[in-house]
């Protein structure tokens, strides 16, 4: 990245978490979970399946009780005001016959009005600009139930930008998506990551997404096992004890 591009500063610098465990029912689904999430760079989670990611980004969101500390820091260390969460889960449920374009999908969400009551120049204004984030204005028009997977995933990461996160959450957002709705999901988030500077951390289990576009991995098993660079993460010994050792998959 060139020394002169120009970066939209986000008013957080890290997220610091700090042994934070989740125990529901009397089971431990995480326990003294460490990590830092930094913004300009992608994080991503990744483990076999009950490993505890999604468990954990569910406690980020401050939707399920955990114990530990979770901060959120400026650049020169102090607690950060007001921070902004985009999120894009791994699908969206709705009825794929219904009528509901993506105009009237995106100018419901920004504005809260009933699709009904129809949608005003101002708002299809707001809705083209955020659908242009990502490269899908000419979607706008279509009825979102005849979306690709990933025409579709692109949609709700422009929602998820509105408005500008300082953390963008990405659940296993391409999942069952073709490869070249992958790749041009991917690209238009580490665009956006670099262009605004904020924090993306991702779950999947594309490995090979992984390797190719995260900054930093994390692997989790229950707890943190290993991380760092992805290289450094995939080459040791935890993450051939996880993935290999028994024939597990991502």
């Known amino acids: ?92 449920e709705f009825d794929r016959s219904s009528p509901v374009t993506v105009l009237d999908f995106m100018a419901a969400a920004l504005s809260r009005r009933a699709v009904w009551l129809g949608v005003s120049k101002r708002m299809r204004g707001a809705a083209l600009e955020a659908l242009s984030r990502t490269e899908c204005e000419k979607l706008a028009d279509r009825r979102l139930g005849a979306l690709s997977g990933g025409e579709l995933q692109r949609v709700l990461l422009a929602l998820a930008l509105c408005p500008q996160p300082d953390l963008l959450i990405l659940d296993e957002p391409v999942s069952g998506v073709d490869q070249n709705g992958l790749e041009s999901f991917y690209q238009t988030v580490a665009a956006l990551r670099s262009h605004n500077h904020m924090a993306v951390l991702l779950v999947s289990h594309d490995l090979d997404v992984v390797r190719r576009y995260a900054d930093h991995v994390v692997l989790m098993q229950g707890t943190v096992l290993r991380q760092g660079r992805p290289k450094d993460v995939f080459d040791s010994p935890e993450f051939a004890r996880v993935f290999y050792a028994r024939g597990n998959e991502a």
């Not at 029912?25 to 483990?47: F, K, R, Y």
């Not at 399946?49 to 399920?64: D, F, H, P, Q, V």
């Open 1 to 92: 990245m060139s020394e002169h591009t120009e970066h939209k500063a986000c008013g957080l610098c890290r997220i610091e978490v700090d042994d934070l465990s989740v125990v529901r029912d009397g089971q431990t689904l995480l326990h003294d979970v460490n990590l830092h999430v930094h913004c300009g760079e992608l994080t991503a989670l990744i483990g076999t399946n009950g490993a505890g990611k999604t468990t954990l980004i569910r406690a980020l969101l401050e939707e399920i009780p955990f114990t530990g500390t979770v901060r959120h820091l400026t650049q020169d260390g102090k607690p950060a005001a007001a921070v902004r969460t985009g999120y894009v889960p791994q699908q969206l």
